[in-house]
């Protein structure tokens, strides 16, 4: 059943202290729309609860993308397509370019944004995995001031989130990395194309004279949130590239996680494909050093 169109407002803000100024004169009743290739889709089915909408897409402070000596930062309006085009993040966080490559197709990567993917908070969205091994960082902005947080403290449970309901997201800061960093990124779904993933694999890890000194994995699709995975990585961190420590990973990886069961895939085929990945993850980073 489609919505019934006249229901809902959408208003459009001039600036960003006006879109703060309305988000705080009534919290939770305005909810910030971006590039709405989330929202439209629940008004096209009639899910879509919510009925006054704040137009956020024509704020320039929440777009572009800045480099300084230890981050990068994109405004949270920062669409796919500007994420793949971008020559400093192809360089050196190549696993969210891969993650925007993958996500919808052309007309979704024009449209849709990363704050948007973010605040969504799907467990099923592809670039949480990427900016979780990037360590990401991210700042809700209000007529309260500005707070920047850690991504991996973000997403408290399915759909539930520390942002507050007269805050918004205002930009993503990539903190910059080792030029010598390895990079791994699978989705895996029913096609390779416009699919939701079964399992999202997103790592990052450094070879420093034969020992990994740095690692970082996280999934997606397997949980009710995002996940980072301390846990393994802490089971490889300070070993060596060899068939042992793929054995020990894979162990530890099958004890920290507890995938789930839904519409897309099962827990068993999620476990197996989330250890395969990290097995596939440590052999490349070997044949990488060879
Ligand atoms: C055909 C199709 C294919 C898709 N494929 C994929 C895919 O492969 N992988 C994937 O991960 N996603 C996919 N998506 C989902 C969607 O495109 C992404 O999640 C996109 O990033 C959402 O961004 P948006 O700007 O369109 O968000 P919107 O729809 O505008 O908003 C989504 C939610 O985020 C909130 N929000 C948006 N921006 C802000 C902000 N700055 N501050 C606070 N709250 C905010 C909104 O209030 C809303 O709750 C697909 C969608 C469609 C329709």
Same mark, same amino acid.
């Given at each position: 059943?489609?919505?019934?169109?006249?229901?809902?407002?959408?208003?459009?803000? &001039?600036?960003?202290?006006?879109? %703060?100024?309305?988000? $705080? !004169? +009534?919290? /939770?009743?305005?909810?910030?729309?971006?590039? *709405? =290739?989330?929202?439209?889709?629940?008004?096209?089915?009639?899910?879509?609860?919510?009925?006054?909408?704040?137009?956020?897409?024509?704020?320039?402070?929440?777009?572009?993308?800045?480099?300084?000596?230890?981050?990068?930062?994109?405004?949270?309006?920062?669409?796919?397509?500007?994420?793949?085009?971008?020559?400093?993040? &192809?360089?050196?966080?190549?696993? %969210?370019?891969?993650? $925007? !490559? +993958?996500? /919808?197709?052309?007309?979704?990567?024009?449209? *849709? =944004?990363?704050?948007?993917?973010?605040?969504?908070?799907?467990?099923?969205?592809?670039?949480?995995?990427?900016?979780?091994?990037?360590?990401?960082?991210?700042?809700?902005?209000?007529?309260?001031?500005?707070?920047?947080?850690?991504?991996?403290?973000?997403?408290?449970?399915?759909?539930?989130?520390?942002?507050?309901?007269?805050?918004?997201?205002?930009?993503?800061?990539?903190?910059?990395?080792?030029?010598?960093?390895?990079?791994?990124?699978?989705?895996?779904?029913?096609?390779?194309?416009?699919?939701?993933?079964?399992?999202?694999?997103?790592?990052?890890?450094?070879?420093?004279?034969?020992?990994?000194?740095?690692?970082?994995?996280?999934?997606?699709?397997?949980?009710?949130?995002?996940?980072?995975?301390?846990?393994?990585?802490?089971?490889?961190?300070?070993?060596?590239?060899?068939?042992?420590?793929?054995?020990?990973?894979?162990?530890?990886?099958?004890?920290?996680?507890?995938?789930?069961?839904?519409?897309?895939?099962?827990?068993?085929?999620?476990?197996?494909?989330?250890?395969?990945?990290?097995?596939?993850?440590?052999?490349?980073?070997?044949?990488?050093?060879?």
């Amino acid at each position: 059943m489609r919505a019934y169109i006249p229901n809902y407002q959408l208003i459009t803000s &001039r600036s960003l202290s006006d879109a %703060l100024s309305l988000l $705080a !004169s +009534e919290p /939770g009743v305005w909810q910030p729309f971006a590039g *709405g =290739t989330d929202l439209m889709v629940l008004l096209e089915a009639g899910k879509l609860p919510h009925k006054n909408y704040l137009n956020i897409w024509n704020l320039a402070e929440l777009r572009g993308i800045t480099a300084s000596t230890d981050h990068l930062t994109l405004g949270a309006l920062t669409t796919y397509t500007e994420v793949q085009s971008d020559p400093t993040l &192809r360089a050196e966080f190549p696993m %969210l370019c891969q993650a $925007a !490559s +993958e996500t /919808g197709g052309l007309a979704i990567q024009n449209r *849709g =944004t990363i704050g948007g993917n973010i605040a969504n908070a799907s467990p099923a969205a592809d670039s949480p995995p990427a900016l979780l091994a990037y360590n990401a960082e991210l700042e809700l902005l209000s007529v309260r001031g500005s707070r920047w947080v850690p991504y991996q403290s973000f997403h408290t449970g399915y759909k539930e989130m520390i942002m507050q309901p007269d805050e918004l997201l205002a930009r993503v800061r990539l903190p910059r990395l080792w030029p010598d960093l390895h990079h791994y990124y699978r989705k895996v779904g029913t096609r390779k194309a416009q699919a939701i993933s079964k399992v999202c694999f997103a790592a990052t890890a450094r070879v420093n004279e034969g020992v990994i000194d740095l690692v970082r994995i996280a999934l997606g699709s397997i949980a009710p949130v995002p996940l980072r995975c301390p846990r393994t990585e802490a089971v490889i961190r300070g070993e060596t590239l060899g068939q042992g420590t793929i054995e020990k990973a894979r162990f530890e990886l099958a004890r920290e996680i507890a995938p789930i069961d839904d519409v897309r895939s099962t827990k068993s085929y999620r476990l197996r494909v989330s250890l395969n990945l990290l097995e596939d993850f440590l052999l490349r980073l070997a044949a990488s050093r060879a």
